[in-house]
Each structure stands twice: as C-alpha cells, then as structure tokens.
T-cell receptor, first 112, second 116 residues
C-alpha cells in the first residue's frame, strides 16, 4: 500500500519555469517530509526537508509548501535549469530516524 | 555532508551464486541502516532495517533467509543475496542515519545487481 501519493508522474518545463510536484499522505503520525533528487544510476540525494510545524521552507531554488490540514506537501523549483532534469521523490516518516515511505517519483525534464 | 559508500557499484553473477553488498558510513556512526530495492523507473521499496548489534527487521514479503543482513559495527552493514536468481536483479541502495543527530538519512550510491 502506497502511503505517500505523488503527482505528476512526469513533467516537462522550459528553462526558467517553476515545476511543482505534489504529494499527499494519510498517516497523521508522519512528521518528517524530505524530498530527494535522483539521477540515473545514482542513489537519492536529499534536497530539502520539512516538519509539520512550519508551512513553508526554502533552500536556494527549492521550496517546500506544507499543508497539515490537507495532509499535502509540494516541491517548487524556482528558475529551473536543464541540470535539474532528474527524478524527484517525496517521502515521509514518523521521525527522521525511521525508514522512509517514498512516493512513486516524478521524472522532470527541463528543456533549454 | 555525510557520506555513505557502497561496494561493489555493480555486479554480474550467475544464477545460484551468492552476492555480498557492503554499505559503509564513511565519516559518521550509524546505529541504524536501511536497505532499499529499486526496480527500473520505480520507487524505492524498503527491504529491511538494520540495527547495529541486533537482528535486522524485514518488511513484509522480504525473505529473511534469502537477503541476509549483518550490521556488525556502527559504520558497516552488509546485505547478502543468497542463491541469486534473475528476478533478484535490481538496484540495491542503503541509507544511514547519523547517530549524533538522527536528523538526516544519507543514501549510498547504490549497487546494480544483474543475475544471469
């Protein structure tokens, strides 16, 4: 059973655009929500993470928006670049020290 | 940031043989390491949670006798795929939580296993 639902499955934007990836969860015990970026043949790399006590977190060009009442969170990539083309996974866990429940991933392509 | 390494990065073996994959935290100690499996164009699926000095906890549907996990020290966990078959071909990725902060889970670069 997929505990974290992610959409869209794939996304194409032009350079400079702002791709938005959405995730939803059901388990209210989740309190740690990271986003990972994965390039082909590589392991996932942490981009940014948020906890439910804040509604937004920004690190560089990456922003997480969190809606606790709706049990949804999203990743925005500002001023996207072709180098951002990768697969992005949202995840959730009961605590940062617990195993992660991953979404199915979003394949992002940023065209020049 | 903290670094997690895996060895080997890729392995090809014959059906019926056993393969050992190592996961090391290079610059931090980890009481807990996780093993994931990822099929092409799919998400990461948790296989087991490995705790230093104790038995691993396996997810439902993962055969503990087939995927042997050993976490002998705070910096090393191993996954042994016993009697590998072609359906075990996959991308195996480990991750580790830093003992001190428990804040971030760091992932290794993954091991590509191909069983012929």
């Amino acid at each position: 059973q997929q505990q974290v639902k992610q959409s869209p499955q794939s996304l194409i934007v032009q350079k400079g655009g702002i791709p938005i990836i959405n995730c939803a969860y059901e388990n209210t015990a989740f309190d740690y929500f990271p986003w990972y970026q994965q390039f082909p043949g590589k392991g996932p790399a942490l981009l940014i993470a948020i906890r439910p006590d804040v509604s937004e977190k920004k690190e560089g060009r990456f922003t997480i928006s969190f809606n606790k009442s709706a049990k949804q969170f999203s990743l925005h990539i500002m001023d996207s670049q072709p180098g951002d083309s990768a697969t992005y996974f949202c995840a959730a866990s009961k605590n940062s020290g617990y195993a992660l429940n991953f979404g199915k991933g979003t394949s992002l392509l940023v065209t020049p | 940031g903290a670094v997690v390494s895996q060895h080997p990065s890729r392995v090809i073996c014959k059906s019926g043989t056993s393969v050992k994959i190592e996961c090391r935290s290079l610059d931090f100690q980890a009481t807990t390491m996780f093993w994931y499996r990822q099929f092409p164009k799919q998400s990461l699926m948790l296989m087991a949670t490995s705790n230093e000095g104790s038995k691993a906890t396996y997810e439902q549907g993962v055969e503990k006798d087939k995927f042997l996990i050993n976490h002998a020290s705070l910096t090393l966990s191993t996954l042994t795929v016993t009697s590998a078959h072609p359906e075990d071909s996959s991308f195996y990725i480990c991750s580790a939580n830093e003992l001190a902060s428990q804040e971030t889970q760091y992932f290794g670069p993954g091991t590509r296993l191909l069983v012929l």
